[in-house]
């Protein structure tokens, strides 16, 4: 057994101590008072992390996790995403950034008996964590080193994969700490556990908004959102913990637990997501294939729940209720954004489980695909917009009069879908009325925030809203309207007149072969990692013209790989990507072999997306107007 190993084992007792502890009530701390016995447990395990994280800056070879996913040739950085880019290398360094967030919580918050139901839950969690990760092993070594390592998976060499990761696992950790101080009883645990779902919120929205710019700067299929079962799983604890925030006080009894419960079903969503994503239970293009961790993290969403029914109705709280009021314009549009959130993540579960449900009684693979979440998401996502305008306008309207607003936007809606206008896609049409209408609303909340001595609730309400209606309008304006001009046959130094654009082609660089990864085990082999071509291409369009170089490379272990070039302009971006044909496979094979060679012709797709800045500048909109009141409250309490 490695000492990593040993360090996770004691770490995973030390856990078990501290549980043991909180329900004998005893004292929490080992061999000195200002040392819990949790602190110890979140120490070995960030010390197990370190362990691998200089086990891949350093090249150390033995460790089958570096040999896997390193190589030499790669920079610093690189090797330090890399320890977080399989299975078992990212639970390490999930339970390591949980380990960090849970020593700054015992340590602030103390050994208080008030707080010991919180930290008891925390440790619950704790502990399956480093169970997943002691069976995931990502700290085995090898008898004998290898020589070099297999090099990292090419689509994850990007500064995305040093970013995402940590955002989208801070988030998973924020939401269960903010739950955590559910069960806590001090003046302060539910202002902690609203202030870290605010944090974890603004955490989860950049992890969703970063995943779908790097599939579309990266991935190469042409689009930000596919409604893969992993993009979806990350969604739906996203829509959950929103609707948490529109469970006003209002629409819940004195005694409801309703938005703690939200917190609950938020958490077990994200056990749920962690379980597709890297536990096997799904097939996707993001995911870790088949593991048994899959229903050890069932078994944390069960206990999850189990732990906050069996708390909260111990202490004789209504679990959830839930007053759908429509006495007030306000009233009315929180009930209708709460409902369209909760019914948005019913139909976006529902087309994640059904096809594990179906594959486990049948034995037959099925996918949802997007035309199913596109159905059946877009109505109650029209209701969400139709909530916007009330909430912002509830002072000017009455309910008659925002019912006539929302029955002309509507009927506005009816007649462009019926006339074909502004755009090709009847749905599309139907909801482009009600969306400018929530933007006038929004406009006006944000300027009504601004004029009452800077309230930094309603200001960060309107950028919030207003990133929505931005993205909205985005889709159904501009991805309703993508042109696809196909594939086309090229030959270097010509040009193409596609209408609207025109693109004029240079000639191909060789990329020299470049790097080293081990292509053979048994006799151990050093070879070429890659070599590839670029080619500069200039798009016109009128008086504006921009240049890029397009690449295709062919690497030794992951064969071709064609990351799409995009080149934006304020009002639309034009998407291109080389495709492999035999011309452009023999090139390649001869230049990795160090023969130059330019292919006489290539085959390369180009699209045109409007308005995809509407899409990136409503999800910063969005992160702004989350982080607003978070910076106003702390600036208060300083």
């Known amino acids: 057994m490695e000492l990593a190993d040993v360090l996770l084992l004691a770490s995973a007792f030390a856990v078990i101590l501290d549980v043991s502890k909180i329900r004998g009530k005893n004292e929490t701390w080992i061999i000195d008072p200002r040392l819990p016995t949790a602190i110890v447990s979140c120490v070995l395990v960030s010390l197990s992390y370190v362990y691998l994280a200089w086990a891949f800056v350093s090249n150390n070879f033995a460790v089958e996790e570096v040999f896997l996913y390193s190589s030499s040739g790669l920079g610093w950085?690189?090797?330090?995403?890399?320890?977080?880019?399989?299975?078992?290398?990212?639970?390490?360094?999930?339970?390591?950034?949980?380990?960090?967030?849970?020593?700054?919580?015992?340590?602030?918050?103390?050994?208080?008996?008030?707080?010991?139901?919180?930290?008891?839950?925390?440790?619950?969690?704790?502990?399956?964590?480093?169970?997943?990760?002691?069976?995931?092993?990502?700290?085995?070594?090898?008898?004998?080193?290898?020589?070099?390592?297999?090099?990292?998976?090419?689509?994850?060499?990007?500064?995305?994969?040093?970013?995402?990761p940590p955002i989208v696992f801070i988030g998973y950790v924020l939401a269960f700490f903010s739950l955590a101080f559910t069960f806590g009883s001090t003046e302060s645990s539910p202002k902690l556990a609203r202030m870290l779902a605010s944090v974890s919120w603004l955490f989860l929205t950049l992890g969703i908004a970063?995943?779908?710019?790097?599939?579309?700067?990266?991935?190469?299929?042409?689009?930000?959102?596919?409604?893969?079962?992993?993009?979806t799983s990350s969604l739906v604890p996203w829509l959950t913990l929103t609707a948490y925030f529109h469970l006003v006080p209002q629409l819940t009894g004195k005694k409801s637990m309703s938005r703690d419960t939200m917190l609950m079903v938020t958490s077990a969503l994200i056990v749920l997501a962690s379980a597709i994503t890297r536990g096997g239970l799904t097939v996707s293009v993001?995911?870790?294939?088949?593991?048994?961790?899959?229903?050890?993290?069932?078994?944390?969403?069960?206990?999850?729940?189990?732990?906050?029914?069996?708390?909260?109705?111990?202490?004789?709280?209504?679990?959830?209720?839930?007053?759908?009021?429509?006495?007030t314009v306000y009233n009315a549009s929180m009930s209708m954004g709460f409902i369209s959130l909760i019914m948005i993540s019913v139909v976006s579960l529902w087309g994640i489980i059904f096809p594990i449900i179906n594959s486990g009684m049948t034995g037959s693979e099925v996918s949802m695909d997007a035309a199913f979440f596109n159905k059946w998401t877009y109505p109650f996502t029209l209701l969400f917009v139709s909530s916007l305008i009330g909430c912002h306008l509830h002072e000017r309207l009455t309910l008659k009069s925002y019912t006539g607003v929302l029955g002309g936007a509507l009927a506005l809606g009816v007649a462009s879908a019926f006339v074909g206008y502004p755009t090709s896609n009847m749905l599309a049409n139907m909801g482009i009325p009600m969306t400018f209408f929530a933007l006038v609303a929004v406009g006006y909340g944000i300027v009504k925030g601004l004029s009452r001595k800077f309230s930094a609730l309603l200001i960060g309400r309107g950028l919030i809203h207003l990133g929505v209606v931005l993205i909205m309008a985005g889709?159904?304006?501009?991805?309703?309207?993508?042109?696809?001009?196909?594939?086309?046959?090229?030959?270097p130094g010509t040009s193409v007149d596609l209408g609207d654009i025109k693109l004029d082609f240079g000639q191909f660089t060789i990329i020299e072969p470049f790097g080293e990864v081990l292509v053979q085990s048994f006799p151990q082999q050093i070879g070429v990692e890659a070599a590839g071509l670029s080619i500069p291409v200039t798009i016109r369009r009128g008086s504006s013209q921009s240049t890029e170089d397009v690449y295709i490379m062919l690497y030794t272990l992951h064969g071709i790989v064609s990351r799409p070039t995009v080149i934006r302009t304020a009002g639309y971006d034009v998407y291109l990507v080389l495709h492999q044909s035999q011309t452009v496979y023999r090139a390649l094979s001869h230049i990795l072999s160090g023969i130059p060679f330019a292919p006489p012709e290539f085959v390369i797709s180009v699209s045109r997306f409007p308005l995809m800045n509407l899409l990136w500048l409503g999800t910063l909109s969005m992160c702004v107007g989350i982080l607003v009141p978070i910076t106003m409250i702390r600036e208060k309490k300083g």
Do not use: C
Not at 286 to 296: L, N
Not at 475 to 491: F, K, P, R, S
């Open 77 to 164: 950085a690189e090797r330090l995403y890399a320890s977080w880019a399989s299975s078992g290398g990212s639970w390490l360094f999930l339970s390591f950034l949980f380990a960090v967030g849970y020593i700054v919580i015992r340590m602030s918050q103390g050994e208080d008996q008030k707080n010991l139901k919180t930290y008891q839950f925390l440790d619950v969690v704790f502990l399956f964590i480093i169970i997943v990760v002691l069976i995931q092993s990502p700290l085995k070594t090898s008898a004998q080193a290898p020589i070099e390592g297999k090099g990292l998976n090419p689509l994850l060499k990007t500064p995305w994969m040093l970013i995402h």
């Open 210 to 231: 970063i995943g779908g710019l790097w599939a579309y700067e990266v991935l190469g299929w042409g689009g930000f959102w596919a409604w893969d079962p992993v993009e």
């Open 286 to 327: 993001h995911a870790f294939g088949s593991s048994p961790i899959g229903y050890v993290l069932l078994a944390l969403m069960i206990v999850v729940v189990a732990y906050f029914v069996a708390g909260k109705r111990r202490r004789g709280y209504t679990l959830f209720e839930f007053d759908a009021d429509m006495d």
């Open 475 to 491: 889709i159904l304006l501009g991805q309703t309207n993508v042109t696809n001009y196909g594939e086309l046959v090229v030959a």
